[in-house]
Structure formats: structure tokens, C-alpha cells
């Protein structure tokens, strides 16, 4: 028997102000129905204008949440991975911020930047610590808080409509048993040709200075998104990618209990479940309910499928997803 990496607990939090398309009317030219029919999206969670809210503040509701579920205290933990691309600060990353507000002394922490993809790189990222020895106890998290950087107006509509802020957490320990449960496989690839297809563009830029009248004349500091690109690359590479994480893994696609999306676009989930021929009730969505939050959306709908009693014991999760980069992938996990 091997080291494998267990799923103890999941958590997830959202900001306590739903907002729904229709309190999106009054902010920019849009519509109830205009924001479905591209979206799927019917509302979204935002923290609060004026909150003294940061995003490892969202990441410490989920992390206690899902430290409590599994037995732990935050002094046990071997790492902390974080993955946000919306940290506190642009230097430090989040994780030594969540790590901080978690107490329980040095405990490391790293962040992953990784955006859309951030959590399914951190269960890999895990997973390596695990087999190798080097952690048994790792608090794994993803939490974006995209409403602080978004123009809520009908100029940037595209991007206002979807992105949301949550986080979502799991607990990952090594545990001596057989290969046949864990993370059993783990894909990923990116292609830097579209890196300018989703993008922010400060406060980091390749010259210059970061704010200068150039740049916010331009709005580089709002969200930027070819919609066009990034769906036809998803539509593309998931299905792809799928495939190949099936043969590492050595399972048939009729063996995959669940699909687990990134929820970025819910057309773009339509057609990866079309495209792999699933019926309905093997792929979870929850777009319409939260918007996209970014490095979030993948642990809040496992705690939600978890929640429900969707997964039991022995079932096949397959988890991917599709980000900026553009960088797409997935892991393959066993329910022990």
C-alpha cells in the first residue's frame, strides 16, 4: 500500500448579498433574460460596498468550516495552498494572510495563481506533497473576491454579469491504502497564444508604470474577455482533456460517477456534456445560483454535491476546468 490523498471535508462560503440579474438592471444596460440566454446565470454573491472584507477573510470561513468537519486545529497542518488570483495584497499572496488569521504558528504557506484552473493545480500540487512524503495534513483552498475589481457598468457588462466572490475549501491527508481510490490521475496544459484572451492588466505590465493615464485611460485595471475565444477553446480542449485523463487514470468514461465542472458559462458546460454524450444528472452545475467564482467554483460545488448525497463511497468524480493563460485540465478522484 501506497500514500494517497483522501478528501477529509469540504467546506464553502459566499458573502451574505445575493444579487440577482434583475438588481443588475439598475446598474448597466441588461436584462434578466439577457444574461440567462448567454449565461445561464440568474444571480451571484458579492461582498458588501465598504465591507473591511479581503479575500483570505472569505478563505478563513471555508477553511475553519472545513477544518472543524475533519478534527482538525490549524497547528496539525503539514501546508497551506491557496489558490486566488484576487490576493489581499499583490505582495504577500493570501496564503500567508489566511495562514495568519488561522493561528496554529508556522504552518507554510504557498499560494497558486492559476486563476479559473487554481484549485484543480492545487489538488495536484497536493497530491505530489502527499506521495512524496513531505505533508500528510494539507488544508487546500480556492476563494476569489472578483466584485472589488469589476466596472459595474453596460461598458463592461460581459464580465460584471459573471464573475462573483465565494471561496471553498477541502482537506486532503495521506493515508496508507490501496491505488484504487484518491486522486488517480492529473492533466494539465496551457497555451500562452491566448494569454491576452482573459486578462487584467495591472497592477502588473510587461513596461511602464502601473498606473499610468495611459493605462487607466485604456480600463486595463477592469476584467478583459474575448468570450468568443475562450468558449471555442473550452468547447475544445475539456472534451480533449477528458479523454486523456480517462486513459492515465485507467477508467472508461461509463465509470465516472460525476463530472464537476469549473462553472465559467453554463453553455460552455451544455456543450462538454454534450460533446462526452453524458445525460444530465452526471454533470452538477450551480452557475445559475453563484455567478463564477474563479478559483472557488470547484470546492463549492463538491460540498454542495457532498451536502446532498449525490457521491457515496467507491464513486468516480472527474473535476476540470478552463481558465486564463489559457490553461485547461483536471484531476480524477476516487471516493475511498
Known amino acids: 500500500m501506497n500514500k494517497r490523498s483522501i478528501i477529509k471535508s469540504t467546506a464553502r462560503y459566499l458573502p451574505d448579498n445575493r444579487i440577482t440579474n434583475d438588481d443588475l438592471t439598475g446598474l448597466m444596460d441588461t436584462t434578466d433574460e439577457w444574461i440567462r440566454q448567454r449565461t445561464g446565470i440568474e444571480s451571484r454573491y458579492w461582498v458588501k460596498e465598504g465591507d473591511d472584507t479581503g479575500t483570505s477573510d472569505l478563505a478563513l470561513e471555508a477553511a475553519q468550516i472545513a477544518l472543524a468537519r475533519a478534527g482538525w486545529e490549524p497547528a496539525e497542518l503539514d501546508l497551506i495552498v491557496m489558490a486566488t488570483m484576487t490576493s489581499d495584497t499583490y505582495i504577500p499572496g493570501a496564503g500567508t494572510h489566511l495562514q495568519h488569521k488561522l493561528g496554529g504558528g508556522y504552518v507554510p504557506a504557498l499560494d497558486i495563481r492559476q486563476q479559473?484552473?487554481?484549485?484543480?493545480?492545487?489538488?495536484?500540487?497536493?497530491?505530489?506533497?502527499?506521495?512524496?512524503g513531505i505533508a500528510?495534513?494539507?488544508l487546500l483552498v480556492g476563494a476569489d473576491y472578483q466584485s472589488r475589481f469589476m466596472e459595474?457598468?453596460?461598458a463592461n457588462r460581459d464580465t460584471a454579469v459573471i464573475f462573483?466572490?465565494?471561496?471553498?475549501?477541502?482537506c486532503i491527508a495521506a493515508e496508507e491504502t490501496d491505488e484504487t481510490v484518491g486522486i488517480l490521475a492529473s492533466v494539465f496544459h496551457a497555451d500562452g497564444k491566448h494569454a491576452d484572451a482573459l486578462r487584467v492588466g495591472i497592477p502588473a505590465r510587461k513596461s511602464g508604470y502601473a498606473m499610468d493615464p495611459e493605462v487607466l485611460a485604456n480600463n486595463e485595471y477592469f476584467p478583459f474577455m474575448d468570450g468568443r475565444t475562450v468558449f471555442k477553446m473550452a468547447v475544445t480542449r475539456l472534451p480533449e482533456v477528458a479523454r486523456e485523463?480517462?486513459?492515465k487514470a485507467g477508467v472508461q468514461l461509463a465509470d465516472i460517477d460525476l463530472v464537476i465542472p469549473h462553472?465559467?458559462?453554463?453553455?460552455?458546460?451544455?456543450?462538454?456534456?454534450?460533446?462526452?454524450q453524458l445525460p444530465d444528472e452526471k454533470i452538477y452545475n450551480n452557475i445559475q445560483e453563484y455567478g463564477n467564482t474563479t478559483s472557488a467554483t470547484i470546492p463549492i460545488a463538491l460540498d454542495e454535491v457532498m451536502e446532498k448525497g449525490i457521491l457515496k463511497s467507491g464513486?468516480?468524480?472527474l473535476f476540470i476546468g478552463l481558465g486564463a493563460g489559457l490553461t485547461w485540465g483536471g484531476v480524477i478522484y476516487r471516493l475511498p
Open 164 to 170: 462573483a466572490d465565494g471561496a471553498g475549501a477541502v
Open 263 to 276: 462553472q465559467a458559462n453554463l453553455r460552455i458546460n451544455e456543450a462538454l456534456r454534450d460533446r462526452l
Open 245 to 247: 485523463l480517462l486513459a
Open 152 to 154: 459595474k457598468t453596460t
Open 315 to 317: 464513486d468516480h468524480v
Open 116 to 132: 479559473c484552473t487554481g484549485f484543480l493545480h492545487g489538488l495536484e500540487v497536493c497530491d505530489a506533497y502527499i506521495r512524496s
Open 136 to 138: 500528510g495534513k494539507i
